[in-house]
């Protein structure tokens, strides 16, 4: 009993330790497989590290590559809107095409570079040919910008050019403005007049001096506007100077305004020695200073000059008007500027064209009105004022004439009178100059 008791303890206890012993052989061999199953992942965590380094560095790449190229494109492309708006003015068709051509093309790039960056197709670029495409798009940058500040250099040239011959128009002006002072301040001193004199003394020859230099700046505001409507026309203006004055080189492309106000106050001083302007003409019944110096104030105190054209059918000045417009615009000129015959058949035939009063109407009834004033003024004298012009070739000379363009004394010959731009007035003794171009 005892026997078996025992063995039956014994065979309990031998099955512990084999139960425990097998424990323990799968306990290392878990642990085993769990150290295995550890280092596995720890390789892989290695492994997959290693690669995502890789693929970060090919990333940016990818990156600089997308960005050296959309930099580049824009840069093109606001290169080439620059050119295209110095094309506009002054407008330059062919410049205008190219920039717009430019504009598209680099606009179509970019496309192509999104939808390779969208298609993620820059992995096929090797590293070498990324970084050599990068490059090329730095330095396409650097060329764009350097063809946008050589746009800006362009545009700050024109604009100084610009100022400069505004300057130059400017100073002109001042000097025209100078000169008419002098010559008013010449004639003051030569003939004082003493304060409120009485207007029979406005037959004066200070008070004709003065209006002698309005009735020259009423033919320069007239000249001005016929040269703009030459120019609207297309015209040849260095042709239309040289048939004015043949033979004549001017110094300056500006001074073929000279030539135009020569062709105008030749025209509209043709007659003006004669008491009605026109020999033939029987239309004048004035005797006598004091009629034409009354006329003058009347004429003077008409501040429109359609009045005065309106108001004075009966005298000699409406005929004065009509005959000079039609032999000053013949009817091809005429047609040429306009476009049609309007103004000249209406004047021609005696009216007076009041619904088609444009500024260069008004600009030529206002210096039709100026010289008749002035030659009313002259006839108040006794004897008349008369006018006189100097000869092609004549010698200069200070007390007969006045140069329109001072640059000519600079040269080493003496002056000559190359043409009368304005004619001169002799009043008894008393001698205006006349401004002459010299050669």
């Known amino acids: 009993m005892d026997s078996c008791v025992k063995s039956s303890g014994g065979d309990k ?38 690669n995502d380094e890789q693929n970060d560095e090919k990333l940016a790449k990818q990156e600089a590559f997308f960005f050296a190229g959309l930099f580049a494109g824009l840069s093109s492309i606001k290169a080439a809107y620059a050119k295209l708006q110095l094309a506009q003015c002054p407008y330059d068709p062919d410049e205008i095409q190219s920039a717009d051509e430019a504009i598209v093309s680099e606009l179509k790039k970019l496309s192509d570079l999104k939808q390779l960056f969208l298609k993620k197709q820059f992995s096929e670029m090797s590293s070498s040919s990324s970084e050599t495409a990068i490059l090329v798009y730095e330095v396409e940058e650097i060329k764009s910008l350097i063809s946008m500040y050589q746009v800006s250099n362009k545009k700050l040239d024109s604009q100084m050019k610009l100022k400069d011959s505004e300057v130059g128009f400017l100073r002109e002006k001042l000097g025209e403005v100078q000169k008419e002072i002098e010559s008013l301040e010449r004639s003051q001193r030569l003939f004082p007049v ?112 359609a009045a005065a054209a309106a108001e004075r059918r009966n005298s000699g000045f409406p005929t004065f008007y009509r005959k000079k417009y039609t032999r000053l615009m013949n009817p ?81 010959s ?17 001698v205006i100059q006349c401004q002459v171009y010299l050669c």
């Open 13 to 50: 206890s031998k099955l512990a330790r084999a139960i425990a012993k097998v424990l323990n052989i799968d306990g290392t061999k878990k642990k085993a497989a769990r150290f295995n199953e550890k280092m596995s992942h720890q390789d892989d965590y290695v492994f997959r590290s290693g």
């Open 194 to 305: 003493r304060r409120n004199a009485p207007t029979s003394k406005l037959n004066h020859p200070s008070y004709f001096a003065t209006y002698q230099q309005l009735a020259v700046k009423s033919i320069r505001s007239f000249v001005k506007v016929l040269i703009s409507g030459m120019e609207c026309a297309d015209w040849n203006l260095d042709a239309a100077a040289e048939a004015i004055e043949p033979g004549i080189s001017l110094r300056k492309p500006a001074h073929k305004s000279y030539a135009f106000e020569s062709f105008v106050s030749r025209v509209m001083f043709d007659g003006f020695n004669h008491p009605n302007f026109f020999p033939s003409s029987n239309t004048d019944d004035r005797t006598g200073k004091q009629a034409f110096l009354e006329e003058f104030l009347e004429m003077k105190n008409m501040n429109s000059p």
């Open 332 to 412: 091809k000129m005429e047609s040429s500027l306009f476009g049609n015959m309007d103004r000249w058949n209406t004047v021609s035939s005696g009216g007076y064209p009041e619904e088609e009063a444009t500024p260069f109407f008004s600009s030529f009834i206002e210096m039709a009105k100026s010289i008749w004033q002035l030659h009313c003024l002259a006839f108040a004298f006794q004897p008349a004022a008369s006018v006189f012009r100097a000869n092609r070739g004549s010698r200069f000379s200070e007390v007969w004439m006045e140069g329109v363009n001072a640059e000519a004394f600079t040269s080493e």
């Open 414 to 430: 003496d002056p000559q009178a190359g043409f009368t731009v304005f004619p001169g007035f002799r009043i008894d003794s008393t």
